[in-house]
């Protein structure tokens, strides 16, 4: 069995989501997935192409480290082209679960559980008062979500509503202002009185703080007891995520921005 082509194609939800397709000459195809990889992944996918053609299928890790360290100096560690691998990789797997008849699982070991938590990404934002966090939450429950995640840091998103920009004193200062640091406090105060004890709540921070603001705003949310504080300060500066998580009992968490075994 020989890889015939590789296909992209671009769907829109929340963002842009971009898939992969691999077709071999013996009509079995694999599909995979590529997140946040923009028209970055789709160019680097139709470049590496031609590469991959007339290969094994089977060799998915051999494919995935030839493609790599072949372009060690264009990224080769983290970014867009980690990205655009990633999607191949998992076609690769698709590809050959499906060529094997077994689910990809039982070909990276096995699996250990038959069902995982999952929570809800829940769209709140700065200036909502308690009724209208309070629908979304409620909505979120209803549905038999028992935890929810919301977006803690001021203008992550303004889907839905005009912006209010006075609430955001400097979108590239990394250290807090009082009221940023309050406004934060009120939606976590108001978004676990309305999940009531029976409903997880994390936040996430998207890398938008620096040491001293993501301390103060971790050990303010201690009370809450969270189920974790996500990426309060950039990923890739293990030093200061060291710091902050050792200065709180707020759990923190990171990996989203991690790539390749070794991030982790």
């Given at each position: ?21 691999i ?97 809800a ?15 979304v ?42 009221r ?8 976590i ?76």
């Amino acid at each position: 069995m020989k890889i015939t082509s590789i296909k992209t194609a671009a769907t829109r939800g929340h963002g842009m989501h971009l898939w992969v397709k691999i077709e071999t000459d013996a009509g079995v195809t694999g599909i995979g997935e590529c997140v946040h990889g923009g028209m970055q992944a789709i160019a680097i996918i139709g470049y590496l192409a031609p590469k991959l053609e007339g290969r094994d299928p089977f060799a998915v890790d051999a494919i995935f480290e030839d493609m790599r360290r072949s372009h060690v100096f264009d990224g080769g560690n983290a970014g867009a082209l980690i990205t655009a691998l990633t999607g191949i990789e998992i076609a690769l797997w698709d590809l050959k679960g499906k060529a094997l008849g077994v689910p990809v699982v039982e070909l990276l070991g096995g699996k250990f559980r038959d069902q995982i938590r999952v929570y809800a990404d829940c769209q709140v934002e700065p200036g909502m008062d308690f009724d209208e966090i309070k629908q979304v939450v409620e909505g979120v429950v209803e549905k038999g979500f028992t935890a929810l995640k919301i977006d803690l840091d001021i203008g992550a998103y303004t889907t839905g509503r005009q912006f209010d920009r006075s609430l955001l004193r400097d979108r590239f200062n990394y250290t807090a202002s009082e009221r940023e640091h309050e406004i934060m406090l009120q939606m976590i105060d108001m978004v676990t009185e309305a999940a009531g004890p029976n409903v997880s709540v994390a936040a996430d921070v998207h890398t938008r703080l620096d040491v001293p603001s993501a301390i103060r705003l971790a050990r303010d949310l201690e009370p809450y007891h969270l189920m974790w504080l996500e990426e309060p300060v950039p990923a890739e500066n293990v030093d200061a995520m060291r710091t902050v998580t050792q200065s709180t009992t707020t759990p923190i968490c990171s990996g989203e921005n991690l790539y390749l075994r070794h991030g982790f």
